[in-house]
C-alpha cells in the first residue's frame, strides 16, 4: 500500500542555519504531496503542497520539489528562525478516496 | 472568516461514558475527516465522509461512531468500547486534495 517515511527527529538547528527535512513515499499512480506543520497544542496547517512531478512547491521561504525518479519531497529552507519550531509531517493524497497518508512527523527545534 | 472549528478545546470524561466532539465547517467542503494524534505520534484515520448522509470507517474505526446529517457538521463519539480515548482529535474538511484541518479536541479519560 501508499506509504510515506519521514526522516526521525528531533532536529535541532541554529538559527539562521539550512534547514533539510527528508521525505520519501511509496504510492501507484501519480499523487499530490504535501507538507503541513504543527505548533504546539494546534490543528495542523498547510505548508506547501505539489500535484505533479517537477513541481516545486513554496511557501514561507520553505520549498520542496516532487521527485518522481526518487519518489522523494524533501522540505528545505535556506534560514531558520526560532518561530519555526514545530513537527512538520509529510503526506500524500490517495487516489479518489481523498484521503491523506502521512508520515510520522519530524521534530524541528530552532536555538536562538 | 471561513474555517473548521471544533468544540470543546479539552473535554475529560470518565470511564465507562460516551462523548461527542464536535466539528462544524463553513468551507462548503463535501469531504470531512476525523483523526486521532497521540503524544509524538502521526494522525490515524478514524472515519471520513465523501458527502452528506455517507461514511466510511478509516484505519482505526473501532470504539468510535459518526454521522453526518448536514454539509456543515460532522460530529465524532467516543463510545465506551473505546478502550484507550486518551488522545487529542483532530477534524479536516477537504477542497480536493487539500485537507484543512481545525484546532483539535484534547479528550483526557479520568
Known amino acids: 500500500g501508499n506509504s510515506v517515511t519521514q526522516m526521525e527527529g528531533p532536529v535541532t538547528l541554529s538559527e539562521e542555519a539550512f534547514l533539510t527535512i527528508n521525505c520519501t513515499y511509496t504510492?501507484?499512480?501519480?499523487?499530490?504531496l504535501f507538507w503541513y506543520v504543527q505548533y504546539p497544542g494546534e490543528g495542523l496547517q498547510l505548508l506547501l503542497k505539489?500535484?505533479?512531478?517537477?513541481d516545486k512547491g513554496s511557501n514561507k521561504g520553505f520549498e520542496a520539489t516532487y521527485r518522481k525518479e526518487t519518489t522523494s519531497f524533501h522540505l528545505e529552507k535556506g534560514s531558520v528562525q526560532v518561530s519555526d519550531s514545530a513537527v512538520y509531517f509529510c503526506?500524500?493524497?490517495?487516489?479518489?478516496?481523498?484521503?491523506?497518508?502521512f508520515g510520522s512527523g519530524t521534530r524541528l527545534l530552532v536555538r536562538p | 472568516d471561513g474555517g473548521i472549528t471544533q468544540s470543546p478545546k479539552y473535554l475529560f470524561r470518565k470511564e465507562g461514558q460516551n462523548v461527542t466532539l464536535s466539528c462544524e465547517q463553513n468551507l462548503n467542503h463535501d469531504a470531512m475527516y476525523w483523526y486521532r494524534q497521540d503524544p509524538g505520534q502521526g494522525l490515524r484515520l478514524i472515519y471520513y465522509?465523501?458527502?452528506?448522509?455517507?461514511?466510511q470507517k478509516g484505519d482505526i474505526a473501532e470504539g468510535y461512531s459518526v454521522s453526518r446529517e448536514k454539509k456543515e457538521s460532522f460530529p465524532l463519539t467516543v463510545t465506551s468500547a473505546q478502550k484507550n480515548p486518551t488522545a487529542f482529535y483532530l477534524c479536516a474538511s477537504s477542497d480536493f486534495p487539500v485537507q484543512y484541518f481545525g484546532p483539535g479536541t484534547r479528550l483526557t479519560v479520568l
Open positions: 465522509s465523501q458527502i452528506v448522509n455517507d461514511f
Open positions: 505539489a500535484t505533479k512531478a517537477d
Open positions: 504510492a501507484t499512480g501519480y499523487p499530490s
Open positions: 503526506a500524500l493524497s490517495e487516489g479518489s478516496s481523498y484521503k491523506l497518508i
